[in-house]
């Protein structure tokens, strides 16, 4: 059954190039970052692995943990790891879950048969402190992901789970952000005491409060 955004993220044990982990346990009171490859030695995986681990200062600011997952085993992935560190000019600083088993793959639905019977798609998931979802996104496998979208997602996440307000359209880290509908106008200036702008009594927008 695919996961939706809310659901509780499975717990699991997993093989991984930095011993057996329990995802649980990995994550700790940190956001997390899970997301798979369709399978080791492929060219987009090898360069979204490679800036993965060059943003590896980016998602410790966020307090967000990492762990990739391709369903080929270990000793592909030792080998794999080399190439990625000597092509990409970097070092894998985070686990490669080895999922010959297609156990994670399946819990987490990130086989899609009419896509591959075998391969797992580029699925990403976003999981709060609280173990639940707050993001998914799907990539086909051809295509590979925006790493920069991904850290923009992860600060509005974390922006709007701490403030009531929500972030407009291609919102960036620092710009003005929307106050949520539920607060009444005549509550935003002892909320949010930076100021607002009224659009329409709908839209209402107030620099990013915790900045």
């Not at 998602?59 to 790891?81: C, M, P, Q, Y």
């Not at 987490?108 to 391969?119: F, G, R, V």
């Not at 850290?151 to 972030?167: C, E, G, N």
Request: aromatic fraction near 10%.
């Amino acid at each position: 059954m695919a996961l939706r955004l809310g659901d509780t993220a499975p717990n699991f044990t997993a093989k991984t190039s930095e011993g057996e982990v329990d995802f649980y346990e990995y994550l700790g009171d940190s956001w997390g970052l899970l997301f798979s490859h369709p399978a080791d030695y492929t060219p987009v995986c090898t360069t979204e692995l490679g800036q993965t681990a060059k943003l590896k200062s980016e998602f410790e600011k966020r307090n967000v943990k990492v762990l990739a997952l391709s369903v080929d085993d270990l000793d592909s992935h030792t080998g794999w790891i080399k190439d990625i560190n000597e092509t990409q000019n970097t070092q894998v600083n985070f686990p490669l879950i080895a999922d010959e088993d297609r156990k994670v793959s399946t819990l987490y639905d990130m086989i899609h048969p009419n896509a591959s019977d075998n391969m797992t798609v580029r699925s990403v998931f976003i999981i709060g402190p609280d173990k639940k979802i707050k993001l998914t996104i799907t990539y086909p496998a051809s295509t590979g992901r925006n790493f920069n979208e991904i850290l923009r997602v992860i600060d509005s996440l974390q922006l709007t789970a701490d403030y009531s307000v929500a972030t407009p359209v291609d919102w960036k880290e620092g710009e003005d952000v929307v106050v949520a509908p539920a607060i009444p106008t005549e509550e935003i200036p002892e909320r949010f005491p930076k100021g607002f702008k009224e659009i329409k009594p709908y839209l209402r927008m107030t620099p990013q409060p915790n900045k």
